[in-house]
């Protein structure tokens, strides 16, 4: 069972605005989607807030210091650290599933020692934001313990932006 962070970046690190997305990009989406499908998703609570809902076809956990925060068909956790562990140690239960940890910038920041992979969608145009990924500053992923271990470049059909898929994987 993988950990793995997921997220779509602007070269100045942008990810948010207004507790939403700051473009429109339907094919990230749909990766996005299809990366997760069937698998396990961890989130922050604003980033269920941004969300409306939680994910279909996903197993659910949501973060938040709120010991009394109750969210219909997910998990609660206290800690993104025991949010991880409840499935690894539950894994027989998750069998064949990936952690995809999705959000937002406090949630990256706490995970970010426990992931195996990073997935960045870098977008190469800068936005205005009021949330930003924890470890970026233009146009760079600046985590030296993960290498580069895939590029694809995009552009989406219905949107002028070039972006790229890249895989970060922990260097062994
Ligand atoms: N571009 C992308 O790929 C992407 C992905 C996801 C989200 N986003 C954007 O990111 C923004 C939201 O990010 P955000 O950083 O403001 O919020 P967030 O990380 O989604 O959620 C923050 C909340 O998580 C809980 N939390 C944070 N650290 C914790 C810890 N160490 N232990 C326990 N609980 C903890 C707290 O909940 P309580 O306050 O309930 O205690 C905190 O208020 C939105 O604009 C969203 O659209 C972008």
């Known amino acids: 069972m993988k950990v793995i962070a997921i997220a779509a970046v602007g070269k100045n690190g942008v990810i948010g605005k207004e507790n939403a997305l700051p473009w429109h990009l339907p094919e990230d989406m749909k990766f996005f989607r299809d990366a997760t499908r069937d698998q396990i998703v961890i989130m922050g609570r604003k980033t ?13 956990a949501v973060v938040t210091r709120n ?6 068909n997910a998990r609660v956790f206290s800690e993104i650290g025991s949010a991880i562990r409840y499935y690894r140690e539950n894994e027989k239960d998750f ?5 995809f940890i999705i959000g937002g910038a406090q949630i990256y920041e706490a995970a970010m020692s426990l992931c195996d ?7 190469d145009q800068s936005f205005e934001g009021d949330v930003c990924f924890p470890f970026y500053r233009e ?34």
Do not use: C
């Open 139 to 172: 146009g760079q992923f600046l985590r030296s313990e993960f290498i580069l271990a895939q590029s694809r470049l995009k552009q989406d059909s219905a949107n002028p932006l070039q972006y790229r898929f890249n895989e970060f994987h922990r260097k062994i």
């Open 48 to 60: 269920l807030e941004a969300l409306g809902k939680i994910l279909p076809q996903r197993e659910n």
């Open 95 to 99: 069998a064949g599933k990936n952690i």
């Open 117 to 123: 992979e990073v997935w960045l969608t870098e977008i």
């Open 67 to 72: 010991a009394n925060l109750k969210v219909e």
